[in-house]
């Protein structure tokens, strides 16, 4: 979960991040504001997070830019911690608030193996 918590570390100063764990989840939660469902897609793939947000902004015709600072992107990879799986993940977008639910895989199911004589 390191790998994770360091790379949290590395997304841009306006993305702000909470990462949570219980028993048989993560949460990780980021502020990424202007952003709706509609602009944000996540999907996991190798192990990895691929979060990418844009948000939109809407430019009165009688304005223009003197200084732009808010980012209208965010593409960000992060390392899923190595027990998390994104089979049954949920992901929730609240007034730019994203809140991703990732399931920690079930240990092995403890069962029987079966043994025979070589011989039969």
């Known amino acids: 979960m390191s790998a994770l918590r360091d790379a949290l570390?590395?997304?841009p100063e306006a993305v702000?991040?909470?990462l949570l764990e219980s028993e048989d989840q993560y949460l990780l939660v980021l502020d990424l504001p202007g952003v709706t469902a509609d602009t944000v897609d996540i999907a996991v793939e190798?192990?990895?997070l691929v979060v990418e947000a844009r948000r939109e902004k809407s430019l009165p015709p009688e304005f223009r830019?003197?200084?732009e600072n808010r980012s209208l992107f965010l593409d960000a990879e992060l390392p899923l911690p190595p027990d998390a799986t994104g089979a049954g993940a949920e992901a929730t977008v609240d007034r730019g608030v994203l809140e991703l639910r990732l399931?920690?895989?079930d240990s092995a199911p403890q069962r029987s193996i079966p043994i025979s004589?070589?011989?039969t």
């Open 46 to 48: 190798k192990g990895r």
């Open 9 to 11: 570390r590395e997304l």
């Open 16 to 18: 702000f991040a909470d």
């Open 65 to 67: 830019y003197v200084r």
């Open 117 to 119: 004589d070589k011989d």
């Open 103 to 105: 399931p920690k895989r």
